[in-house]
């Protein structure tokens, strides 16, 4: 994706080594670990043998409701479709003047799904990391369920998914993800900053991390949706804003 500003880490840390999400929205770092070595794992293959070793994490099996954001042509951050015609995705993704195209439905960035474009974008007034687009028309596709504060807590071992980098490469816009990626992330607080200064929850790392290009994409705990990419240090920690904290206004413009 497009490189991005280069945010810091969520707040109540030392802002040194986090950015946004985005060159694309959030990678997916990780350690040798494997998923089975945690509890509530994520559905994940091994992916096509084509595509280059990866570190940490898996390949998604199942995301029907995942959007690749694409501006200008240009693989940019990870979104998902919440209701026919509207997106949910970071503020930061969407924050520069241009032709904002999705790819909704498909594990693969370069094929499938269906196409659509955003006619507008509706950012959270206030402190988040949080915006909506609209789409020009209605898409039919399973839609991700959002979750309430009660599905998320700390100690907890939620998933995380995006087509971001798959290795700290310099310009992470070199090292994106073809096909979708999933990684499990232990919940350390749902109460700490984004990168907007919004309420965030803040995970560490499970067998894998979020990095540049996964910006926007889902955070999923009992398998609703949380939390939404915003930061991460490509090391050990990522933050993402609670959604759940903000489901009135998410109401008041999607309508769900």
Known sequence: ??????????????????????????CLLATALGLAGFAG??????????????????YASNAPWAARLFV????????????????????????????????????DQSSGGTMATGAAITRYPGAADLAIVRLS???NATYSPLGTSTD???GQTVQVYGWGATSRCGSEINCQSRYLKVANV?????QCSDYEGGVAVCATYGDGITAGGDSGGPMFASGRQVGVASTSDRQSSTAYT?????RSWISQVAGV
């Open 41 to 58: 794992q994520a559905a994940a293959s091994s992916g096509p043998s084509s595509t280059p070793a990866i570190i940490g994490g898996g």
């Open 152 to 154: 998320v807590r700390a």
């Open 72 to 107: 200008n042509g240009q693989q940019n951050c990870t979104a998902t479709i919440i209701a026919p015609q509207y997106i949910l995705t970071a503020k930061h993704c969407v924050a520069s003047s241009g032709t904002y195209t999705f790819r909704i439905g498909s594990l």
């Open 137 to 139: 028309t209605s898409v």
């Open 186 to 190: 232990r919940v350390t607080t749902p």
């Open 1 to 26: 994706m497009i490189e991005g500003p280069s945010p810091p880490e969520p707040r109540r840390r030392s802002r040194r080594n986090e950015r946004p999400c985005v060159c694309a929205p959030v």
């Open 242 to 246: 609670n959604i759940t904290r903000y």
